[in-house]
């Protein structure tokens, strides 16, 4: 391959890359479900639990430069006279090929009860961090001042909101991220950058009961848009809830995109969850995505007790 074409090619891939920043730029986890706080500011302490939280994605493997995502996090309960809030803090290291993306972020949600169950308005405050490294391109002698030939960063502040309601066996919430629409300017010529645009969610949920306490199915969906693109997800879980062992088996189905498995379960305090995303979309079945998600959930005693006080349906 000659040198000019070489160069067409980078600059596909190089547009390529930033239009699925902008279509994709949150990461989807197959395990949302239990990442909601993630998605959703408003829930964030809800539980009534500490939750420390830890994910790992390697999404279509087999692929060079294949995206790996990691996320680490933790959140509580706050209580403020007779008042409850949630704190929680987060990290986010997201590669996409040559391209990094990092988020910190600080939650803070207000809880009221109401009708029986819990209104919760929480907001999301965030640092973006970019980076593209310029260095793994060779371009040879192009000198287009459009490819950086050696590491660039750059970041932007980010601000997101969240409203959910929700009762002992059932939640549903809307949150809006991104709402600043930062552009991300990269290097110290700023020549690129990166345009982020707000994202919208839609996440609900349902638990089913059945007359033998022992078993439940949980029910998840939630739907995802930054008004150019959408993704949904369908999630069932089968759980086993007995007093000393607990897992569940489930599907996830994300139309005209995947078909996920899902297995998990409390071990010895920890609650372990894996998933393997099977792409539909003609990508072969052994270059999907594994997703592994480990938290440690334990009780404060913060909160003075009281009628309206319930457990949350997102616990494993």
């Known amino acids: ?26 990461p ?5 479900w239990a990442m909601q706080s993630f998605y959703n500011p408003a829930s964030t302490g809800q539980s009534g639990l500490l939750n ?5 994605a390697m999404q279509m ?25 949630g704190v929680g803090a987060g990290f986010m290291n997201d590669q996409i090929g040559l391209f990094k993306h990092q988020q910190f972020y600080l939650h803070y949600a207000y809880h009221q009860a109401l009708w029986g169950g819990e209104l919760s308005g929480g907001i999301h405050i965030g640092l973006l961090s970019e980076g593209f490294d310029g ?13 950086p030939t050696s590491e660039v960063n750059g970041s932007g502040f980010d601000l997101g909101f969240g409203l959910q309601y929700a009762q ?10 991104h709402c600043t629409a930062p552009t991300v300017e990269l290097g110290d010529e700023k020549v690129n950058q990166i345009d982020i645009y707000p994202s919208y969610y839609l996440m609900g949920g349902y638990n089913i009961q059945f007359k033998n306490p022992l078993y439940k199915v949980h ?7 930054d008004i150019t693109g959408w993704r949904g997800d369908i999630t069932g879980r089968l759980a086993y809830e007995g007093s000393k062992l607990k897992f569940y088996g489930g599907l996830s189905y994300s139309p005209t995109i995947s078909v996920s498995f899902l297995l998990g379960g409390n071990f010895h305090g920890l609650n372990i ?20 998600i480990i938290s440690y959930q334990t009780e404060l005693n913060l909160f003075k007790k009281g009628k309206n006080k319930h457990k949350s349906v997102r616990i494993l």
């Not at 989807?28 to 949302?32: A, H, P, Q, V, W």
């Not at 430069?65 to 990691?70: E, G, K, L, S, T």
């Not at 066996?169 to 809006?176: K, L, R, T």
Request: net charge negative.
């Open 273 to 292: 969850g894996y998933a393997y995303e099977l792409y539909t979309s003609g990508i072969g079945a052994l270059n999907g995505s594994h997703e592994l």
């Open 28 to 32: 989807s986890f197959t395990n949302y």
């Open 135 to 147: 260095s793994g391109l060779d371009l040879e002698e192009s000198g287009d001042p459009a490819f």
């Open 61 to 85: 493997t087999g692929f060079e430069n294949a995206p790996a995502v990691m996320l680490a996090g933790a959140e509580m309960p706050l209580a403020i006279g007779q008042t409850k809030h």
């Open 1 to 26: 391959m000659d040198s000019k074409h070489r160069l067409i090619l980078y600059i596909l891939f190089f547009h390529a890359c930033i239009q699925c920043m902008r279509a994709q730029y949150d």
């Open 52 to 56: 420390i939280q830890g994910a790992y």
């Open 219 to 225: 029910t998840t969906a939630m739907l995802r848009t």
């Open 168 to 177: 002992k066996e059932w939640f549903a919430g809307f949150s809006m991220m």
